[in-house]
């Protein structure tokens, strides 16, 4: 994760070297600072509830973030043809969010991850990912709203709720489709750093 945001930190710095005399999207936008933390996301999935534990990080352009994040579970349990596995989903890719007033204690927070990843069926938790009986890659994305309060100058927490849309499930058992992992989520995000 520390390697994607210092090469995205890197090709961001080398975009506005390299087109200082033309006009672009990223000229007025001034690095402010950056963040990294970890959040946890309530869901439901095939019938289970429970939580997706992640983190990233993110450079700071006043009240936009740009940044990547990555995360993951293995609640939910499954039967297929009477046998019962535990299923395993991570995905991780790009962190986008905004935050207005930025400056007051509490603002308005928005968010969305866009990524890609896999869905497992292990037989036991403790499995390997290569002992995975089923498995499928697929995409994920993740817009959220919600508020954000400012602890102290380093440390930001935002509640939010949101939906996590998941596409391209064609590799599992037939009975199982994108709208078996697909839902509302509620989430507690914490972002420390230099904003």
Excluded: C
């Amino acid at each position: 994760m520390k390697t994607f945001a210092l090469a995205l930190g890197l090709i961001l710095g080398l975009t506005s070297v390299a087109s200082a005399q033309d006009e672009t999207l990223f000229d007025n936008a001034r690095v402010v600072g950056a963040f990294g933390g970890p959040f946890v996301e309530y869901h439901q999935i095939l019938g289970d509830e429970g939580l997706m534990v992640g983190g990233g990080g993110a450079l700071q352009f006043k009240r936009f973030f740009l940044g990547g994040y990555g995360v993951g579970t293995h609640f939910p349990e499954t039967l297929v043809n009477s046998e019962r596995y535990v299923v395993n989903i991570g995905h991780g890719g790009f962190w986008l969010g905004y935050t207005i007033p930025s400056h007051k204690l509490f603002h308005l927070y928005v968010s969305a991850k866009p990524g890609w990843g896999q869905i497992r069926f292990k037989e036991d938790r403790d499995d390997k990912d290569r002992d995975a009986i089923y498995a499928d890659r697929i995409f994920a994305f993740t817009p959220e709203i919600g508020l954000e309060i400012n602890v102290t100058d380093f440390l930001r927490i935002a509640a939010t709720g949101g939906y996590r849309l998941v596409a391209d499930v064609d590799n599992l058992p037939e009975a199982y489709s994108d709208e078996d992992f697909s839902g509302f989520m509620g989430a507690l995000t914490f972002r420390f750093g230099s904003f």
